[in-house]
Each structure stands twice: as C-alpha cells, then as structure tokens.
C-alpha cells in the first residue's frame, strides 16, 4: 500500500484497527501489529474531528512518546525475565525495529509538521510536558531514542550490564570454539549501532557501550592465550597457532562487530600474539636463515605475523640481507689467489647466489620489495669488497669475463668444458648445430653478467679494464664479432649509460 493511501486510512479511520493494520503491513508479527494499534489510535482520536493534524501536532507527539516509553518499559522487564537475555533481547528489538519504522511512515504527515519551520521564525526544538521533554524529531528517531534509554541504558545502570556481560561471555564462547547464537550476538550489537542512526554522532551509544569494553576484552583474553601457548608450545607451533587466531579474529570482527571496529580488534590480537613476542619469532627466523629452512611453512609464517607490525620487518631485513653478505664473502674466501687468472667460477657463483636469493625473495617472501632490496644490498658489499680477498677486485674481475666470453673461440672452449664436465659422449658432440647454441651460450652469459655489473659502485674502474681489453681484441681481431661487442656495449649502456 503506498503512503499516500496510508495517510487515508489515518484520516478515514473506521471499525477494527488490527484487522486494518493486516492490511496495510501484512508483514509483521503479531507483537509488532499490536505495539502499532495504540498509534493509530492516537492518530485516529487526535484527526477525527478536525480538518488538519496541525492543531495537535506535540499533543499527539508526547503521546506517542507515552505509548513507547509504556511499551520500553513493559519489554524490558521481559527481557529480564529470561535467562538468556541474549536472546530475547534480539528477537525483542527486530519487532521495535519494525514497528519505529511502520509507525514513522503512518505518521508521515506528523513527521513533516514536526521538522517544519514556522514561517517568519524558527521551529520550537523542545517539546514537553510536565511529565516528558524531548527534543523535535521523527517518530522514528523518537522511538529509538526511547528505547535506548528505557531499555539499553536502563539494563546498563539499574541491571548490572547484564547484556553486554552475555554478549562478552557469547563471543569468549565462541573463541573457545563452543556453540553461540551468532545472530542473537549480531542483532544485540548491530542495535547499538541502529540506536544512534538519527543523532549528530552516530555510534557513540555503540562505542561507549560495545566497541571499548569489547576490545578491552579481546586484550585481555587473547594476552592470556598467549602466554599459555607459548608456554607449552615449541616457537613453531606457537605461530601456527598465532596465524590461526589472527585469521579467526578477522572472520569474528565481521560476523559480530561494525566495520569500523575491524582493525581495531584484530589490531589487539596482534599486540598479544605478535608484538609481546617479537624477539623470540625474530630468533627462530634466525636459526631457519642459517640452516636454510625455506622450503616449509615457518619461514614464510615468520615473515607473515611480523609483518603485520610497524617496521616488524627491520630485523629480519637484517637478518637475511647479513646471512647474503655472509654467504658471498665465503664465495670470495674460497676461490683465493686463482681467481685472478680465471673469473669464471667468481661470476658464475654469484650469479647463481644472486638468482637464489631473488627465487626466495619472490617465493618465501611473497616478492616483498624489501626482501629483494635487501639481496642487492647483500651484493653490492659483495662485489665491492676489497678485504675478503684482494685477488677479488669485482670490476677486474667482471671486465675479465666479459674479455674471456667475448674473443674469438672462447664460445667453444666454454662448450667443450662444459661437454667434458659432463660426459663423454656429449664432449664429441662440439661442432655444427652446437656451436649455434654455444653462440647463444654467450649471449645469454653476457645478459646475466649486467646483473652483477649493476651493483659495482667504482664503475670507473671496471671501464678501464673493458675499454683497454676491447682495445686488444679490436686491434689484434680476437673478437667474436662486431654484433656481439656493440651489443655488450648497449646493454651496459642501457644499464648503467656507462659508454
């Protein structure tokens, strides 16, 4: 029925009020077409005998104001009377939900003439008798209004709390892993919410009353749960558990809790699980680091939790970026004197350390750009250090690969050693097709070496060395080919515009 014909049936009010009301909002329960009867009635006695609603506009206001307060009271008591107030107070307040909204559509016209300005003044912002006062408003923000304070507020001072108590008690439930009544939870904590719809500071009733107990609570309880598991558990497990419960704690805030509260709770549960034990994660990253666990769960569960904290991650940046370093500079160590003369397993080694590192980055880490910053930090102290062993020098050195893979019959020699390091068979098969692939070798190996190029800081030094060794090739015509050099020199140009 549309409104217009409702304000008719408020005009033209004849016989059976709750027949009526069937008819126009056949949707509601039984107790919510009964809380509309006396509004109408009120409606219907104050227009009976007058042409316009005007006359009677606060009158009939504080006496709908009578009726709700009346109503408030009566279902508070029942409410009460349960022992699982929980409940009853959800089903309770989705029927008065219902019934402030029909009731404010009947009184459409009462609404209007309510919010209307006086011609040549300003309404009147206070209605009242001498039993009730009550700021001008909407029927039904007068009716969520009285609600919230003959029933919410009223269980708060004079009741003991005792919703929010079972609220509280509900949802410890629920982290317990028990059964609860999630809609009963949901409808009892949106209504906090839908209380304060029509104020000028929407969710303070929810806040004051919910959201700062609620997180209080959360603290509270999972600062408990912490230090438990963490007491009975190895660090591994610990941060199964810890993981678990962040992801549960987020599905929780959305089933119970208004949006605005999400970060707030799961924020709380971090604190507790997370950041009151930072250290001993961090140490367990640690040994997993230098005994290379990668490949399980926990190195990237580590990296998970302490991500979630502000610069959680600077320690384990640490960490990795040092076990790098460490891990190069024994690369250096070992090859000794002999690299001088054969920078091949130099570069090659590095390379293969660099292209680890970055796989670990991009897979353990989820390609977290600190991580992979912290493998190139890792090897410019590699490719500069001058201490580790000073037959090393890194530019030299790259500028003597690039001489030995750039003259002519080095693709072979590359070839063949390759072939012999690995059988035989393959060692004969060094001519025709083969070498194509060889030259392909070459180009490939000359790609990859830009990728340590990148990370030389005196790059004066290695240009010296390349340009006096392109000198010889060009002069004494070892080169492999003019394609190949010019194309060495675009991609360091392109690089570093080096040339």
Known sequence: MEEGELRRL??????DVSVSIRVVVPGLDICARQALVPIIRRLSDATSNNTSPKPYTERLFLGIAEYFEDFCDGKREEILAQNDILYAYAKEFRS????????SRICDTL??????????????KIISSSERRYERQTIQALALLIWKERVVIAIRNSHNNRLLYQVLESITRDRDGEDVSQDAIHTVVNSLVRLDEFIDQPRSLYIEEFERPYLIHTKNYYQREAARV????SISDYMIQANSRLIQEAARNKRFCHQTTHERAVKECEAQYVAAYQSRIQGEFEQMIHHERYE????KLAYSLLSRLTDGL????????SYITKLGKDILARLGQSVAKDPREYVESLLNLQSRYYAISNNVFSGDATFVAAVDKAFRAIINDTVTNKYAQGPE???KYCDLLLKRGSAKKEASAVAAAGSKTAATQVNGADMVDADIDVE?????????FKYVDDKDVFQKFYSRMLAKRLIYGTSISEEAEAGMIARLKASWQLF
């Open 397 to 399: 050195l790259l500028a």
């Open 10 to 15: 408020i005009y033209l009010w004849h016989g």
């Open 96 to 103: 008065y939900h219902l019934v402030a909204d029909y009731a």
């Open 111 to 124: 609404n209007r003439l309510l919010l209307k300005v006086h011609e040549g003044g300003t309404k009147r």
């Open 296 to 299: 399980g769960k926990y190195c």
């Open 230 to 233: 963490i007491a009975t558990n």
């Open 314 to 321: 600077k320690e384990l940046l640490e960490i990795y970026q």
């Open 444 to 452: 490939h190996r000359l790609t990859q070496l830009v990728i340590l």
